[in-house]
């Protein structure tokens, strides 16, 4: 599919399947065409080339179909600030057509799922940032979705809310669920995402399991390095160029062993001046730098 | 696609819970307009004036009053509210992400701009009946009219509010627009006695002109023909905005 907003496109040739039941990134960065994806999968605009189908049906021509079956969470909350969440989660069970029955003991259910009942009747905006997100998550919950679209679900909460979240949508996926999310946290998507595609200006430029990809894309053990930049170029010729990533003085290099490239260093006359940094495993934030740019892009 | 009435009542449900939460706040600057505007221009101004249209000045004026206060509970609702609905609250949004389509949102707008208006036109009509100025059996003939007016106003007002891009426009709305209408559709005086040759036929233009003759003679429970032309202006043009705005709808929400 493809998104044009006069003449500029936002999702640029963008093809990607998703299998049900994983749990699913989208990844990139600011501008990268990710919140107007997720809008064409649910329905909420249109492609202006190329078609999204959902559960097998085009969802330009069966929006209500699609959308009753699947659920979504917003990027900015949209809630009603002065109504309490219950009352919050009655409106929206009645945007599904749900049973005032039905709508109740869903409500139920979700005020425990999350976490929520101790502030079920408290008006929203007397809310932390975190309650308020568990909300907004809820509410996509209420008409029970095969697939839950998340967009940043987890962006400006604290550690510990974080980590609730992510234990939540993890017994989602257990229940069987298909979930779809966009973030800009590379430790969100490592620890959640079953399979993730990282896209930049549109397109998917990688796609894959997070190990896979940086199994397949750089290496297993990053050794990073604080030394001059411009005695990195002497330095990696030393090494045969083997993969690095470089930002201002810090370089980043990936290796299969890094025991064996640390001595490799140290023997490294240009690597007098370095200074060790850390040894660690490579993470997937090593590979989506590596593929979208370590410069400030535009932002969105 | 066409709106599903059980989606737009939805909408209308959304509307309905926040009010029911802020209508004792709501309803009393209600109460208290209509006493005011009775007092000042009736009891005051009309103290110099021995009759207007053939009754005192007080009873000339609160019919056009009451056409008046169901016009603007229309608009507040699909002029500010709406825009701020639409364009910082993403309600709208949040509703689209469920099989609420464009449309079920415009239906449920409309429908809920018409309740406001009859509950602001109602409250007038309350007033002005135990003020004596219309008795019971005329003032329940009047009350279908609220809802006829709060159409019309919200029709105009919702097909503006789909193509402006900021909110500061909305005071142009409502201080060239509104103000004017409210100052000359035979609200205050009878227009066509102050018009002449062909401007009479110009005047009937103003949307706000045909509510109010509408609700004049169900306060005086007379009839006359040109009250077809009347109730045919509200309905038509109705009609016309809002299959305008069913169009403008979904461009403007599907982004």
């Known amino acids: 599919m493809c998104k044009r907003f006069g003449g500029k496109p936002a999702v640029a040739d963008l093809d990607l399947e998703v299998p049900a039941g994983v749990c699913f990134g989208l990844l990139g960065p600011n501008g990268a065409g990710k919140t107007t994806a997720l809008k064409m999968i649910y329905g909420s605009a249109l492609p202006s080339a190329g078609r999204v189908l959902v559960f097998g049906m085009d969802v330009a021509r069966e929006p209500r179909a699609v959308r009753r079956r699947l659920g979504v969470t917003l990027q900015e909350n949209a809630l009603i600030e002065a109504l309490s969440p219950r009352d919050n989660l009655r409106v929206f069970g009645r945007y599904h057509l749900m049973s005032e029955p039905a709508i109740e003991q869903r409500i139920g259910e979700l005020l425990e799922f999350l976490e929520l009942r101790s502030h079920a009747d408290l008006p929203v905006q007397a809310l932390s940032g975190g309650f308020q997100r568990r909300l907004s998550i809820a509410l996509s919950l209420l008409n029970r979705p095969e697939l839950l679209i998340l967009d940043e679900p987890t962006t400006g909460l604290d550690p510990a809310v974080r980590l609730s979240l992510w234990e939540r949508l993890r017994a989602l996926r257990a229940g069987g669920a298909t979930i779809l999310l966009t973030t800009h946290y590379m430790d969100e998507a490592e620890r959640l995402c079953d399979d993730l595609a990282i896209v930049a200006h549109g397109k998917v430029v990688a796609r894959g399991a997070p190990r896979e990809l940086i199994a397949s894309l750089l290496a297993p053990q990053a050794l990073e390095l604080e030394l001059p930049a411009a005695r990195h170029g002497a330095l990696l010729n030393n090494l045969h160029s083997l993969r690095h990533a470089a930002s201002g003085d810090r370089l980043t290099l990936y290796a299969k062993d890094a025991a064996a490239l640390l001595d490799a260093v140290r023997r490294a006359e240009s690597a007098d001046a370095a200074e060790l940094v850390s040894v660690r495993p490579t993470n997937l934030e090593d590979v989506f730098l590596a593929l979208t740019g370590a410069h400030l892009s535009d932002g969105d | ?255």
């Not at chain 2, 389509?101 to 018409?114: F, H, R």
């Not at chain 2, 007002?157 to 426009?169: E, K, N, Q, V, W």
């Not at chain 2, 409502?174 to 062909?198: H, I, K, N, Y």
Request: with cysteine; aromatic share 14%; glycine share 6%.
């Open chain 2, 1 to 255: 696609m066409r709106a599903s009435l059980p989606y737009a009542l939805a909408v209308w449900r959304r509307n309905f819970a926040l009010y029911q939460r802020t209508w004792k706040l709501n309803i009393l600057p209600n109460f208290f307009e209509p006493v005011l505007y009775l007092l000042a221009m009736g009891v005051g101004v009309g103290a110099y004036i021995t009759e207007m249209g053939g009754t005192s000045y007080i009873a000339f004026l609160a019919p056009g009053l009451v056409a008046v206060a169901a016009m603007n509970g229309a608009s507040f609702e699909v002029t500010y509210n709406a825009f701020v609905r639409m364009n910082f609250e993403k309600t709208y949004e949040s509703m689209l992400t469920t099989p609420i389509q464009p449309e079920d949102v415009l239906a449920g707008e409309i429908l809920w701009a018409t309740t406001r208006a009859t509950l602001y036109g109602g409250c007038f009509l309350l007033i002005a009946m135990l003020w004596g100025l219309v008795t019971p059996l005329h003032a329940l003939l009047a009350l279908p009219i609220t809802p006829l007016a709060g159409l019309l106003f919200a029709a105009i007002g919702i097909a503006f509010s789909l193509r402006i891009p900021s909110i500061d426009l909305f005071s142009f709305y409502f201080t060239l627009f509104l103000m004017p209408l409210f100052l000359f559709s035979d609200v205050f005086f009878p227009l066509e006695e102050r018009l002449q040759g062909a401007w009479i036929y110009v005047a009937e233009a103003l949307p706000l002109l045909h509510p109010v003759r509408l609700m004049r003679s169900a306060f005086q429970g007379t009839w006359s023909p040109v009250l077809l032309w009347d109730l045919a202006y509200v309905l038509a043009l109705s009609a016309l905005l809002l299959a305008i705005a069913a169009r403008v709808t979904r461009r403007r929400l599907m982004a």
